[in-house]
């Protein structure tokens, strides 16, 4: 079985080597990767809920998309092929920005990622991955908003970093 290398990258995002991404997560070393905020003409955000199956954040709302370069992939290629893959979905992306995190979950893991946020516009029906995706659902940014507030367990540390940081 092959297993999914990330990039470890440094506060600058120079490439440092390639790691297994599961002894990446386990070591809290700072990676490469991207999520994607996928809207459609009336400015909902497409939201997808987390497969019960991953490792971390099981069953949490998220952005359209987000993943890992493989090594020798740029960040824009890679985002255009987990949004293929997760959601079913072609659109031309545009990056937003970046940012630097780092959060530490129950389960012992770390995030700890140099995130690129891409943007595209899709008025498709999503063709959900299973074994990535557990629901969708399109919402406006004002009712993302309350429903961070009123319940922001639901959600992903990196969405709600991104959309403080961009989408309000």
């Given at each position: 079985?092959?297993?999914?290398q990330?990039i470890l990258?440094?506060?600058?995002?120079n490439a440092?080597?390639?790691?297994?991404k599961?002894?990446?997560?386990?070591k809290?070393?700072?990676?490469r990767?991207?999520?994607?905020f996928v809207?459609n003409?009336?400015?909902?955000?497409?939201?997808?809920?987390?497969?019960?199956s991953?490792?971390?954040?099981?069953?949490?709302?998220?952005?359209?998309?987000c993943?890992?370069?493989r090594?020798?992939?740029?960040?824009?290629q890679?985002?255009n092929?987990?949004?293929?893959?997760?959601?079913?979905i072609?659109?031309?992306?545009?990056?937003?920005?970046?940012f630097?995190?780092k959060?530490?979950?129950?389960t012992?893991?770390?995030?700890h990622?140099?995130?690129?946020?891409?943007?595209?516009i899709s008025?498709?029906?999503?063709?959900?991955?299973?074994?990535?995706?557990?629901?969708?659902?399109w919402l406006?940014?004002d009712?993302i908003?309350a429903?961070?507030k009123s319940?922001p367990?639901?959600?992903?540390?990196?969405?709600?970093?991104a959309?403080?940081?961009?989408f309000?």
């Open positions: 079985m092959v297993t999914e990330v990258v440094d506060e600058q995002d440092l080597g390639g790691m297994e599961l002894e990446a997560h386990q809290g070393l700072l990676h990767a991207f999520s994607v809207f003409d009336k400015g909902e955000l497409l939201l997808q809920q987390r497969a019960a991953k490792y971390h954040s099981p069953n949490l709302w998220t952005n359209t998309c993943s890992h370069p090594p020798n992939e740029n960040t824009l890679a985002a092929r987990r949004l293929k893959e997760e959601m079913g072609e659109t031309e992306l545009q990056l937003k920005g970046s630097i995190y959060a530490n979950f129950d012992g893991l770390t995030e990622e140099f995130d690129y946020v891409y943007t595209g008025n498709a029906q999503p063709t959900i991955n299973k074994d990535e995706v557990e629901n969708f659902v406006s940014l009712e908003k429903q961070l319940n367990e639901k959600f992903t540390v990196w969405f709600k970093i959309v403080e940081r961009w309000v």
